[in-house]
């Protein structure tokens, strides 16, 4: 072969490759989902930014506190790739998929369909596998295949490595159907379920664990009943750390009385000065909604909300309980459960505040401002 006939096949070639490579890139049509530098596109929902650090590209979830990050955006139909590892055996994590924008009435997480993501030094038995469940959560529901009789789905085969190599799930999500592929393998599926339409989130719950190139391909859109769409962001924002009292002023002698633990935030209700038994927030209640769950404790008789007292009655009992209280031109107005209990009564306080006669536990404790959508 001529050196100008060599050339001019090697030139043929490049195009060729060009060309197959060109054809390749343009059917990926996956987005990245995480940039690798920050947490832009992603939303706090109640864990701090303590909680989330990056890592050479890498998104690291220290597991600390119990809750979520999720996305701005819902999503409907779509291709869901990562790469994921836990860093130390047992550790717990999952990702919730058309999920609500804020965490269930007294839980940490989302009304979602959740994908298991669990190490298997954490064990496993009849009840769940560490290999890639799939399962609806606080509200959601959907039909599983390969059940065990209850609404969970189970994988088919054992694909999942250890702690610390790295897991790949692919989870395909199209009208109410999801399925997960383990490793290069579909091993779980589930299908009808409600909603299917929402936000994706990353869950932290106890575990070290490290997530890496992930990216989304969306599927286009189709017809989607009201009942099946998740709620979509009202605004909220956690004004409570899971972590410590931060943004939070007790006074010092009442500080040993309220203690942070991980999701909840409880009163031991001894408190001997009444100044004691408030925890008072930095943030001001002019013009804003404030949400907040409480479960009264044995013996606790009322909880008070930025000075209005609420009594066990008003609360429904001992069970978890959400308030709600917006305040408006200095008046306020407050839901229990949905249900109006106070209506245009005077706002007695310029600042948040918690406080309760007995021990009590509080969590989801969120604020946004009136214009907020």
Not at 164 to 174: A, Q, S
Not at 328 to 349: E, F, M, W, Y
């Amino acid at each position: 072969m001529t050196f100008r006939r060599a050339l001019f096949h090697s030139m043929v070639l490049i195009c060729l490759s060009g060309v197959i490579l060109s054809s390749a890139v343009a059917q990926d049509d996956f987005q990245p989902l995480f940039n690798g530098r920050d947490l832009s596109g992603w939303v706090l929902v109640n864990t701090p930014r303590d909680t989330w650090s990056i890592r050479e590209g890498m998104l690291v979830c220290s597991g600390r506190p119990t809750g979520e990050l999720r996305t701005e955006r819902m999503y409907q139909n779509f291709i869901l790739e990562v790469e994921w590892r836990h860093m130390v055996p047992g550790g717990n994590a999952g990702i919730f998929v058309w999920a609500d924008d804020i965490t269930s009435k007294g839980v940490p997480f989302h009304r979602s369909i959740e994908v298991q993501v669990l190490d298997h030094g954490y064990g496993q038995g009849k009840g769940h596998t560490t290999h890639g469940d799939i399962f609806p959560i606080h509200g959601a529901t959907m039909t599983p295949v390969n059940g065990r009789g209850g609404s969970r789905a189970f994988p088919t085969e054992e694909r999942a490595k250890a702690s610390p190599e790295w897991n790949h799930y692919r989870i395909e999500c199209r009208d109410g159907a999801i399925s997960l592929a383990v490793n290069g393998k579909v091993v779980t599926r589930g299908t009808d379920a409600s909603p299917r339409k929402g936000y994706i989130c990353i869950e932290s719950e106890g575990g070290t664990v490290q997530y890496r190139n992930l990216r989304i391909q969306e599927l286009p859109e189709t017809p989607v009943a009201a009942e099946h769409v998740a709620v979509a962001a009202r605004g909220f924002r956690s004004i409570y750390t899971g972590l410590n009292l931060r943004g939070w002023l007790p006074t010092v002698a009442g500080a040993g009385h309220w203690q942070s633990h991980d999701w909840t935030l409880s009163y031991d209700g001894r408190a001997t000065v009444a100044a004691d038994a408030v925890l008072l927030s930095q943030e001001s209640i002019g013009e804003r909604t404030f949400l907040v769950d409480v479960r009264p404790g044995d013996g606790c008789q009322s909880v008070t909300i930025a000075g209005q007292q609420l009594s066990l009655e008003q609360l429904g009992g001992r069970d978890w309980a959400r308030i709600q209280m917006q305040v408006t031109s200095g008046r306020l107005t407050i839901h229990v459960n949905d249900k109006p209990v106070v209506a245009d009564a005077a706002a007695t306080q310029t600042a948040f505040s918690l406080s309760a006669a007995g021990p009590a536990q509080f969590a989801n404790i969120y604020v946004r401002a009136n214009s907020a959508p």
